[in-house]
């Protein structure tokens, strides 16, 4: 039965609700980071499952059948499960999904979601203000590459012709951004029709920050219309001068986008938020928190300092978003994003805002740059690991002593052995292990058996 004001439908909600919460116990009481299951028995797993049967079971039975499904992925909660920024997320905010799911509210028009809207539009609106713009607000989207692509679409739009009506001009604009800034900078230069090499690829300290003085030499005589900041590499999480690429960006009459899906969580630290001073002077900020918020993917947001700037994505619809809707205290979300249909995931990163408090999360966060920091203290101490460079936030990136296939193999054979998933990457041109810390209740002595554990690999 599908959900409606029936009892019936009350009591089904109930049952399945309570039976998929005792598999999702089973699943994660299995020990261990992952099961060591090859690609070629998990493939078969799944094989053996017709995703579209002619006949339909019960819900218990489903759960049955699929147990190895859920049991077969990774258990983020695991102290060796550290290869990505993946947090095992939020109690309360993952069972809010539920709710997402069963109410199933649509960001896009107010009639399909009243008063989602206005919780979506007050909660961009204090993640703005916690980012340094007050009066600002923005919109929720499904992770970092969606909110760096808003934002360098804003960018384009404000680069002084009317794109959307004329398109862009032929290979002339640029986005300077570091040489280790996110993937998805590239990608959204691609997607925006301006093309991968638009993208500035400005060199780095050896420590992974932007060099100012490469930037000014990099732009020197370029038409640039945008400087992206990175509050948070993926690699080394290093955090680029935010201040003096505001500076230029203001010079050069740039947009200026922080991607601060990495760092946008120590905005909630007493110790770390001055660490990303310079960020309210942005055009648009990228908040991702499906990463150091803890929530369940997927959840982001694009932050502006004024809700105008989302003008550049608004689109009249006849059915959506009629003109008179405003005057009637009305607000259709679909005016700010790429999406139409889309969840209501403030919901559940509201329920455990509240739950946690500001306080808590920022004690998390520090708790894990402690941890980082230990963890890479302990990688100098030992005398079979070396350090790539001191950690900046949630991520420490060093290398077994030894040659890159070494390194590989190591990465390999822990994650096939279900031992630890760790990351794996390249600095430099060199093969370099990863270790991720998302985890608040890790201990050092769990850090030191991972390191050790990597050492013997
Ligand atoms: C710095 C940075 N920006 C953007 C992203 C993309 O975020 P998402 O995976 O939520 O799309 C990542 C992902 O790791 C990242 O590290």
């Known amino acids: 039965m599908f959900v409606s ?41 799944v094989a053996a499952i017709d995703p579209l ?94 909110s760096n692509l808003l934002g360098l679409l804003l960018a384009r739009d404000a680069a002084g012709e009317d794109v959307r009506r004329n398109g862009v001009p032929q290979n002339r604009w640029r986005i300077a951004a570091s040489a280790t800034s996110h993937d998805s900078i590239r990608r959204s230069a691609a997607l925006l029709g301006l093309g991968t090499e638009a993208v500035i690829a400005v060199p780095t300290e050896p420590d992974g920050r932007m060099s100012v003085d490469a930037l000014h030499a990099a732009t020197r005589g370029e038409d640039v219309i945008a400087i992206v900041g990175t ?27 922080v991607d601060a899906a990495v760092g946008s969580g120590l905005m909630l630290s007493d110790t770390h938020r001055s660490r990303l ?19 369940p993917f997927g959840a982001s947001a694009l932050l502006v300092p004024d809700v105008g700037a989302l003008r550049a994505v608004h ?53 894990v740059l402690d941890l980082t920091r230990y963890a890479g203290e302990a990688i100098e101490r030992h005398p079979e690991l070396e350090l790539v460079a001191p950690p900046h936030t949630v991520m420490v990136a060093f290398r077994r002593v030894g040659d890159d296939a070494r390194n590989v193999a190591i ?33 050092r002595a769990q850090i030191d058996a991972l390191l050790d554990l990597i050492s013997a690999a």
């Open 231 to 257: 509050a948070g590499t993926t690699d080394l999480g290093a955090i680029d001068p935010l201040d003096a690429l505001a500076d230029h960006a203001r010079a050069l009459g740039a947009w200026l986008h």
């Open 411 to 443: 990465h390999r054979d822990l994650f096939a052995s279900g031992e630890a998933v760790i990351g794996r990457t390249t600095v430099d041109g060199r093969v370099a292990l990863k270790l991720t810390l998302l985890n608040p209740s890790t201990t």
């Open 5 to 45: 004001p029936d009892p019936k439908s009350h009591a089904d909600l109930r049952h399945a609700t309570i039976a998929m919460t005792e598999a999702i116990i089973r699943a994660l009481s299995v020990p261990g980071p992952r099961s060591a299951l090859d690609p070629t028995e998990l493939a078969a797993q």
């Open 53 to 146: 049967p002619e006949q339909g079971a019960s819900l218990d039975a489903v759960l049955t059948d699929l147990a190895p499904i859920l049991e077969g992925g990774i258990r983020l909660g695991d102290p060796n499960c550290v290869a990505h920024l993946h947090p095992a997320p939020l109690i309360e905010a993952a069972v809010a999904e539920l709710a997402v799911g069963v109410t199933n509210q649509s960001m896009d028009a107010f009639d399909a979601s009243p008063a989602a809207t206005f919780v979506e539009d007050a909660l961009v609106q204090r993640l703005a203000q916690l980012h340094g713009f007050p009066g600002g607000s923005g919109v929720m989207t499904m992770g970092g590459t969606a």
């Open 315 to 367: 689109h009249a619809s006849v059915y959506l978003n009629r003109p008179e809707d405003e005057a009637e205290g009305q607000l259709n979300l679909v005016g700010r994003s790429l999406d139409t249909s889309r969840r209501f995931d403030a919901f559940k990163v509201l329920v455990a805002l509240r739950t946690r408090g500001r306080r808590q999360l920022g004690a998390m966060v520090d708790t």
């Open 277 to 295: 001073e310079g960020i309210e002077r942005a055009n648009s900020i990228t908040a991702d928190l499906h990463k150091l918020w803890w929530m």
